[in-house]
């Protein structure tokens, strides 16, 4: 357990509306995570952080944001939910290991989100 | 571009044989690989990971073997056992990069 939460844990929505998801970790890791999953295509990174007020795009960013305030909260906003954004929704931490070479990546419980 | 590939999307094992799920690469500069289960309404989980400077790396039932000449690593779960049954992630990360790369899944029944 990496002291992962997200809320909300389920969600529906209507196109049109916006929509912040919530990451909150108790361990103050550097890395955070925003990833969706969908059918047939595994895992994909939306965006990430590495440190307050410090994000970048991952491969699916296009329709969201994030922001980062505090170390231990990385939210992701959808501006305007689209139905192509239903999905299930995951928060990771990245667990630093010294000067080891590790990346290990521990996830939260994720949020569903139906956009109809 | 999919850089990591897992071409079987599911796999069945009769319980107490032998499991073993495949992975393929394709980025060269991948120097890291990790295997993950997921079991349905919860997150990922990691489950073991292996250096490229390894080519085996175990840890009690399960064994992930990499083949760096193929860009291929597989995870063997011997013996299987019903609470195996999952989806099942590999993923990469390369040299200084934060980010990993993930594979489609595959989702291995156990069959009791």
């Known amino acids: 357990d990496a002291g992962i939460t997200q809320s909300p844990r389920h969600k529906v929505t209507e196109t049109g509306t916006p929509v912040t998801l919530r990451c909150h970790q108790t361990e103050n890791h550097r890395y955070m995570y925003w990833y969706r999953q969908d059918p047939g295509h595994g895992l994909r990174l939306i965006h990430y952080?590495?440190?307050?007020?410090?994000?970048d795009k991952g491969e699916v960013s296009d329709g969201y944001s994030v922001s980062r305030s505090k170390t231990e909260d990385f939210l992701l906003t959808l501006e305007s939910a689209t139905s192509s954004q239903t999905s299930v929704y995951f928060c990771?931490?990245?667990?630093?290991?010294?000067?080891?070479?590790?990346?290990?990546?521990?996830f939260g419980p994720g949020t569903r989100l139906t956009v109809l | 571009d999919q850089q990591v590939k897992q071409n079987s999307p599911s796999l069945s094992v009769q319980e107490g044989r032998i499991s073993i799920l495949n992975c393929d690469y394709t980025n060269s500069m991948f120097d890291y690989f990790l295997w993950y289960k997921k079991y349905p309404a919860e997150g990922p989980t990691f489950l073991i990971s292996?250096?490229?400077?390894?080519d085996k790396n175990e840890d009690g039932r399960f064994t992930v073997f990499l083949n760096k000449s193929a860009k291929h690593l597989s995870l063997h779960i011997v013996p299987s056992q019903p609470g195996d049954s999952a989806v099942y992630f590999c993923a990469a990360s390369a040299v200084g990069n934060e980010k990993l790369t993930f594979g489609t899944g595959t989702r291995l029944t156990i069959i009791p």
């Open positions: 292996i250096s490229s400077i390894k």
């Open positions: 990771a931490i990245r667990k630093s290991w010294g000067l080891a070479p590790y990346n290990e990546q521990f």
């Open positions: 952080s590495y440190g307050v007020k410090d994000t």
